[in-house]
């Protein structure tokens, strides 16, 4: 019934692809559909109440996803060009499919799911602020559409209004109770304002709904971690490692990794990033795990080389850029460590790590103005980036 069931696996896949373990902030994207059963879907959510929206897991069938939009082409033109747009996003052409998006609407002003699916690849092409005036249109056009509600959230977390995002995910699970998807990003993001009782509390029912998703308790760890509460944390990393007992590919190889890390375990950790790498030698965002594994501990020249191949691999990463400043600040090279962090907030102003990590060098630097204007606008941003760095050492 799906004319392109590969397209959703292959958006749930992209964030196992690029969530960053030593953050685990988990900004997963939305498991969006462009083209796809038009009326089952959109009944989905009545016909179906007992159906979950996975946390993370490519395995899910789009029917699943709650509410899309009850709105197929309505012309052979308008279809071509979905069509067309679809192929584009598989291999990440995004001003091509927005071109491709804006002919549609053009066609079709009033089709929310045109709206969905262009400010998809705007928010995939860093236009955050286009991407949410698509999902404002998609939402005013169809305000019953949870996964509307569920991808303007997203976009509210790209551009660091977690309130907003907040209010947009309670609405996407209010009109689709099982939205696992939802409950681990609005706890991820009470767990980034320090909210810890909070956010264990929605990570809870995420990992409820759907407790084959390691992500989930990956982030719960980290809460527990935070929080205090080393035992309850070592049990969630325990049942992550189980839960990828047996990794098939690099992505997995990854996400255990990270178990292995939040246990301290570095020596499994890097055994892990060594056969992702071996899978995939130009996984940039594997390196960059390395890279901070042995920023850790204390190889240097080691997590360079690793950086700086992420680097030439995504020379443009603002998260690739303030790993390899975390480096140079950990060896005690500020000045090389200021340099990317800039470069990482040239990319992302709002980057927490870079602001925190450029504030700690500015303060080692003697800067104590610049050190306190820096923290403090990274706090505000991110409330718990100090007790997540204090984890590694960096404060």
């Not at 960053?20 to 969006?32: D, E, I, N, S």
């Not at 979905?82 to 066609?107: C, G, H, K, Y």
């Amino acid at each position: 019934m799906y004319a392109d069931k590969k397209l959703w696996r292959s958006h749930c896949w992209l964030a196992y692809q690029t969530a960053q373990f030593r953050r685990l902030t988990f900004a997963l994207p939305a498991c969006l559909i462009i083209l796809g059963g038009m009326a089952d879907l959109a009944q989905a959510q009545d016909e179906q109440p007992q159906r979950v929206v996975s946390a993370c897991r490519s395995g899910a069938p789009p029917s699943a996803a709650g509410k899309f939009p009850n709105a197929p082409p309505k012309s052979r033109k308008a279809r071509d060009l979905i069509a067309s747009a679809t192929r584009l996003l598989r291999s990440a052409a995004f001003e091509r499919v927005i071109e491709q998006m804006n002919q549609a609407i053009e066609l079709e002003p009033d089709n929310p799911r045109f709206h969905i699916n262009r400010g998809y690849a705007y928010l995939r092409h860093g236009e955050h602020d286009k991407a949410i005036e698509d999902y404002d249109r998609a939402i005013a056009l169809d305000p019953s559409s949870s996964l509307a509600f569920q991808a303007r959230a997203e976009g509210y977390m790209r551009i660091a209004e977690p309130d907003r995002a907040i209010e947009d995910f309670s609405e996407a699970i209010k009109l689709f109770p099982g939205n696992a998807h939802a409950y681990l990003l609005r706890g991820t993001i009470r767990l980034n304002k320090r909210e810890y009782d909070r956010a264990i509390e929605d990570l809870d029912r995420s990992i409820k709904l759907d407790p084959e998703c390691t992500t989930g308790y990956l982030t719960r760890a980290l809460a527990f971690r935070q929080k205090g509460n080393r035992g309850r944390a070592e049990a969630d990393y325990d049942q992550a490692i189980k839960l990828d007992s047996d990794p098939g590919n690099a992505a997995a190889f990854v996400r255990r990794a990270t178990a292995y890390e939040g246990k301290q375990d570095h020596v499994r950790a890097m055994e892990d990033l060594g056969r992702a790498l071996k899978l995939e030698p130009r996984n940039a965002y594997a390196l960059n795990n390395r890279c901070f594994v042995r920023t850790i501990l204390g190889a240097f020249d080691a997590a360079l080389t690793d950086c700086d191949e992420a680097l030439r691999i995504r020379p443009n990463d603002a998260s690739l850029l303030d790993s390899r400043g975390i480096a140079y600040l950990k060896m005690g090279a500020l000045d090389k460590s200021i340099d990317d962090f800039d470069a990482a907030l040239r990319i992302d102003a709002k980057k927490a790590v870079s602001l925190y990590g450029r504030g700690i060098a500015k303060r080692q630097k003697g800067d104590v103005a610049g050190s306190e204007a820096d923290i403090s606008a990274a706090l505000t941003i991110k409330p718990n980036i100090a007790d997540e760095l204090a984890l590694y050492g960096i404060k």
